[in-house]
């Protein structure tokens, strides 16, 4: 009776519509089950797909199938999300064999692993591509995506996002492969990717944070079945010795502990998108070996699950466009709870200075207000036709599906909604952003006078100048001066911890200019 009645409140006297489609400007995915078999979310069956999809140009619903046309293995997906009408699925293109079959799809880098995302508390359909979007802009791998619409044996089942799913994989999270035989020194080290989220759908070997039961780490990629007894221990141990640095002394040990740029971003966009669910489910986190490019740190990401965030949710708060996403624990008592390092790193002060220059960094650029509402209206036209369609389906346009804080009555009062509650929270956080950034360097001017290379850098700078004579400094974010140099050369950082830096150039003609960069 108590789960009835949530489907009602959820989906009250809703009439879920026929549709049509006889073409569109996204590609079209056609989806065929074997005679009295149907997809369900405890076992794959394998059905036949075909992908219609002739870029810049108009897909027709009888076209050939000219960009996959082959066997599938599908089931149903998510957690939550399985409430909903409206499915999502995951599926891995096969061979005929059954093996898997490393494709491109719809112009996304070839593998077998994917997933069919059919937003639907979510009326803008653009939150999570919104969030992935903007992670790959800020310079991290997130899910690549292509919009269109699906059927499943002939019936319309709207728009859709086809996605990556977050593995270990050259074009995904590149970081080394962990194999069964990897049980000893560099090569244990690195290859995971684990996330903090709560007990359902895909769980295996999980374990809880020393610091709160309610902090839950589950192996996401190895999954826990295809790992050894050797390096499950090795990872548990590692978590357990990083949240214990950072409870101890946040400021000395976080740079060999963690990747800080990947955390500043990460921290950035929970917090812009006030994620109701942000921080303690489906957060994601990875290790390369020791060797790799991170040097063995733990780096966060990729991100995940953003429907529920920019306002479209009506509990503990997430609504409010002031107030720290972080701090859930303290409005909401949930049974899961937001890992304690989030809050601790910023009793660093340099990891505050670090966190407040990237946000400033971001905000003239991938996060400026602006260009948030360019691409939320660009997409929003790009979907003109087939989000008609998708609401003739599911007519839910006007009305309350949980949890929705905001309901309005024209899918555009739900654009100008996400767009208001953006600019608000982005606002408030450039008030609110702790740490100072550029501490003790004098304004500058911005017009070029010399430039820096690779930026971020892991052990090396070249500095180039339009002027001779020149005086460089390294300043931490603080304005410590930490190196110096009279002409443009290259420069070791090798030994400098991970975090912003700053060069700081002085010239014969009185100008001076100040340049920021990262070391990984």
């Not at 006007?398 to 600019?423: L, P």
């Amino acid at each position: 009776m108590k789960t009835l009645l949530i489907l009602l409140m959820v989906f009250p006297l809703i009439a879920f519509g026929q549709v049509t489609l006889s073409n569109s400007n996204l590609p079209i995915v056609k989806i065929v089950t074997p005679p009295g078999q149907q997809i369900n979310d405890n076992a794959r069956i394998v059905c036949d797909m075909g992908v219609i999809d002739n870029p810049n140009n108009i897909n027709l619903i009888n076209d050939p199938f000219n960009n996959y046309n082959g066997k599938i293995s599908i089931e149903i997906r998510g957690s939550t999300s399985q409430q909903y009408p409206k499915k999502s699925y995951g599926f891995e293109t096969q061979t005929t064999l059954g093996t898997n079959n490393n494709v491109s799809l719809m112009g996304l880098p070839k593998e077998n692993d994917w997933i069919f995302y059919g937003p639907y508390p979510d009326k803008t359909l653009l939150r999570n591509a919104m969030t992935y979007e903007l992670s790959r802009k800020m310079g991290h791998y997130a899910s690549r995506f292509r919009f269109c619409e699906l059927l499943i044996n002939n019936q319309y089942l709207g728009v859709y996002l086809l996605l990556e799913r977050i593995k270990r994989d050259n074009d995904r999270v590149d970081i080394a492969r962990l194999d069964q035989d990897d049980l000893a020194g560099d090569s244990l080290t690195g290859g995971y990717i684990i996330k903090v989220d709560k007990l359902t759908g895909e769980t295996g070997t999980t374990w809880n944070s020393n610091f709160s039961n309610e902090v839950v780490f589950q192996f996401h990629d190895p999954e826990s079945d295809e790992l050894q007894p050797a390096q499950v221990t090795y990872l548990q141990s590692y978590i357990s010795d990083f949240e214990n640095a950072i409870q101890s002394n946040p400021e000395i040990n976080y740079p060999q502990w963690i990747e800080p740029i990947s955390f500043y971003d990460f921290f950035i966009l929970q917090e812009l998108g006030r994620t109701v669910d942000g921080y303690r489910s489906s957060s994601f986190l990875y290790k390369d070996k020791n060797s790799g490019d991170f040097q063995g740190r733990l780096v966060a990401g990729p991100m995940w699950d953003f429907n529920l965030s920019y306002g479209n949710a009506d509990y503990c708060e997430a609504f409010e466009t002031t107030g720290w996403q972080y701090n859930f624990d303290q409005i909401c008592n949930f049974t899961t709870q937001i890992p304690f390092w989030w809050k601790r790193l910023l009793d660093a002060p340099s990891y505050r200075n670090g966190l407040r220059c990237r946000w400033n960094e971001l905000r003239e650029g991938p996060l400026h207000t602006d260009s948030l509402h360019q691409w939320i209206d660009s997409m929003a036209n790009h979907l003109q036709n087939a989000r008609v369609r998708n609401f003739q389906k599911w007519p839910i346009i006007g009305q309350y599906v949980n949890w929705n804080a905001f309901v309005g009555t024209t899918y555009q009062e739900d654009i100008n909604y996400m767009k208001d509650y953006i600019s608000q929270r982005a606002t408030w956080l450039d008030i609110n952003i702790p740490g100072m950034c550029n501490a003790g360097l004098p304004e500058t001017q911005t017009d070029f006078v010399f430039r820096c290379f690779p930026n971020p850098a892991h052990e090396w700078i070249h500095l180039i100048s339009e002027v001779d004579n020149g005086v460089f400094g390294i300043l931490d974010a603080e304005g410590k001066m930490l190196k110096s140099m009279n002409t443009p050369q290259m420069c070791w950082i090798g030994d400098l911890a991970p975090g912003i830096y700053f060069i700081e150039g002085s010239f014969p003609n009185g100008r001076r200019q100040n340049l920021r960069f990262f070391k990984q």
